[in-house]
């Protein structure tokens, strides 16, 4: 892993495990502060919640400004989930985890990956 956001030489820094469950993308602007803590926190978030399953790519526009164009970004820092959809994004620095999480729609992923269990029914007393 390159210590950069966003690579040194190419603007492109990939996690990829052999068999990634969660694809996203990353898209910073530079080796700036937000685009470091936006990188951290992604990084930080995924090996909780979803350790050895997700694939993080992550795109410097400035190098690449043909990718922000071709996904449509128009802020940066942008995580986007691509698998499995629904395509979601979210702008910002990524600090509120739980946010983070909601967002992208992965509240079933869980620490030990695996779903977490169903909720157990309600009885209503009278």
């Not at 990188?39 to 922000?68: K, M, S, W």
């Amino acid at each position: 892993m390159n210590a950069s956001p966003a690579g040194a030489d190419s603007g492109l820094s990939s996690t990829r495990p052999p068999s990634a469950q969660l694809v996203l993308r990353l898209y910073v602007t530079g080796n700036t502060h937000r685009s470091t803590r936006a990188v951290e926190n992604a990084r930080r978030l995924l090996e909780v919640y979803a350790a050895g399953r997700f694939e993080l790519e992550v795109i410097d526009i400035y190098v690449h400004p043909e990718a922000a164009i071709a996904a449509q970004i128009i802020a940066a820092p942008t995580l986007v989930k691509l698998n499995p959809g629904p395509l979601r994004r979210v702008i910002g620095d990524l600090s509120d985890s739980n946010k983070v999480l909601a967002a992208l729609g992965l509240n079933a992923f869980d620490t030990a990956g695996a779903a977490p269990p169903a909720p157990e029914s309600a009885s209503i007393k009278p």
